[in-house]
Every structure is written in structure tokens, then in C-alpha cells.
């Protein structure tokens, strides 16, 4: 006799996407301003902190964290790390944006990188932004 368990996934659960982008142009010697917005694509909403870190490449500096309805941001050189204990409900979204200062020379390509964390999978939970940087 064989007998065959069958767990339905549960129901009701948060799910976290995040996903990047510089905003216009970023010239060398410039400030810039990255977007870091986070979807809540499951059906029920968020339970716990949620943190949002934006790594940045050599070549542009973090100056100001991030701003962002009910976040709280720190910023580091290469990056920031922004908390929210309050909920994102389900279907909604919120956006971070900081600011930056590109020090790198015109002609570079970079990438900078930014991840949610929990409720996330690693497919929806990393975004990265490439930008090439321009003649200031």
C-alpha cells in the first residue's frame, strides 16, 4: 500500500520584487538619482521588516541614503541599507530613491545592484541597473 501526501502551498502569502533604475542622465562629476521600488505581488501583505540594500559600483558614491514613505535609510560609501517595519499590502507598491555622486570618467559602463529581502525569491529579489556614464 502506498499511500501519496499532497501539501497544498500555503495561501495568503507576501511576495517581494524589486527592481532598479538610474533616473536621466549621469555625467561625470554629476549628481544622479537611483529608483528602487519594491512590489508586493502576493496575495497578502507583508508581516515583517523588510530591508532594501543599494550596492554601488566603484565610480559613483552614495550621498544621500534614500528617501521613501515610512523607510528608514543609512547610507554607507558603496551603498545603503533602507528598513520598513511597516507593511506593504498586497498588490502595492513602494519606491526609494537616492541620491548619488558619479566620480567615474565619462565612458564607463557600470552596474549597481539592489536586493529585498525576505519574502523574496532569488529571481525577483536582486535587480541590477546598468548605466553608461556620460561627458559632464
Do not use: E
Not at 35 to 58: C, D, E, K, M, S
Amino acid at each position: 500500500q502506498v499511500i501519496i501526501t499532497y501539501t497544498p502551498p500555503p495561501s495568503g502569502q507576501a511576495s517581494l520584487r524589486v527592481y532598479l533604475k538610474h533616473q536621466g542622465v549621469f555625467q561625470s562629476g554629476q549628481r544622479g538619482t537611483y529608483a528602487t521600488w519594491v512590489t508586493n505581488y502576493g496575495t497578502a501583505a507583508t508581516a515583517r521588516t523588510i530591508t532594501a540594500t543599494l550596492t554601488l559600483p566603484n565610480g559613483i558614491v552614495m550621498v544621500q541614503g534614500g528617501k521613501g514613505t515610512f523607510w528608514q535609510c543609512s547610507k554607507g560609501g558603496s551603498g545603503s541599507t533602507c528598513t520598513r517595519r511597516a507593511m506593504i499590502g498586497a498588490g502595492s507598491r513602494t519606491m526609494i530613491t537616492a541620491t548619488v555622486r558619479v566620480t567615474a570618467r565619462a565612458g564607463k559602463t557600470l552596474y549597481a545592484t539592489a536586493t529585498v529581502n525576505p519574502y523574496s525569491t532569488p529571481r525577483n529579489g536582486s535587480s541590477t541597473d546598468k548605466v553608461v556614464i556620460r561627458r559632464g
